[in-house]
């Protein structure tokens, strides 16, 4: 059975930061890119960042760029986001997502395509 378990989540203040851990299993964790992607209340899902399989490259909304960092440990089968200088407009629930093709097609897409998701994990960040 693939799992995927997204934790970390919580309230911060604007200014903060958090991170957001995601643990895989059930699945070949190498061949899988692995994305992050957010909800906002009221609003659709987006791509928030998204690294290829493997070793391969990451990719990054542009509201995020210089502040969130994510990082894949092939060896644990579990994928991070360090989120730092967070503002309230990153509040939303945060979901990891699994799926064979592009990352930066994933992130693009708001994970159109991908095979596995997470439950997701609420982020809040107060003003």
């Known amino acids: 059975e693939v799992q995927l378990q997204a934790s970390g989540g919580g309230l911060v203040q604007a200014g903060g930061s958090l991170r957001l851990s995601c643990q895989v299993s059930g699945l070949p964790f190498d061949d899988y890119a692995i994305g992050w992607f957010r909800q906002a209340p009221g609003k659709g899902r987006e791509g928030v960042a998204c690294?290829?399989?493997?070793?391969?490259?990451?990719y990054y909304e542009d509201s995020v760029k210089g502040r969130f960092t994510l990082d894949r440990d092939n060896a644990k089968n579990t994928v991070y986001l360090q989120m730092n200088s967070l503002k309230p407009e990153d509040t939303a629930v945060y979901f990891c997502a699994a799926g064979r093709g592009g990352a930066y097609y994933f992130l693009r897409s708001a994970g159109n395509g991908m095979n596995y998701w997470g439950e997701g994990t609420l982020v809040t960040v107060s003003s």
């Open positions: 690294t290829d399989s493997g070793r391969g490259r990451t």
